[in-house]
């Protein structure tokens, strides 16, 4: 079984920039597909981004198509989210998630604030 651990989040004004990790262990990192997915207060768990095993096709929702972009080095057991042009509304914890065989697995999340 996969473990995933985020970090990357915080504070960052509206307009900046911020880039997401999300590490893995535990497993073959390489056999999962991997998304990033968010929730912020009182809302529901939305999808952000996924990523196939071999990082040749991704998905983004269309709330952040253009402004970001989900990668993984599958050497480094990491998925990644560049995160540009950040809005007030991205504000939400991330989470990033792990699939195989209809299996799902979740890190603990990272907070992302956009505010000035």
């Known amino acids: 079984q996969v473990q995933l651990v985020e970090s990357g989040g915080g504070l960052v004004q509206p307009g900046g920039s911020r880039r997401l990790s999300c590490a893995a262990s535990?497993?073959?990192?390489?056999?999962?597909?991997m998304g990033w997915y968010r929730q912020a207060p009182g809302k529901q768990r939305e999808l952000v981004a996924t990523?196939?095993?071999?990082?040749?096709?991704?998905n983004y929702a269309d709330s952040v198509k253009g402004r970001f972009t989900i990668s993984r080095d599958n050497a480094k057991n990491a998925v990644y989210l560049q995160m540009n042009s950040l809005k007030p509304e991205d504000t939400a914890v991330y989470y990033c998630?792990?699939?195989?065989?209809?299996?799902?697995?979740w890190g603990q999340g990272t907070q992302v604030t956009v505010s000035s």
């Open positions: 535990g497993s073959i990192f390489s056999i999962y597909r």
């Open positions: 990523i196939t095993v071999s990082g040749g096709s991704t």
């Open positions: 998630n792990a699939v195989k065989d209809g299996i799902v697995t």
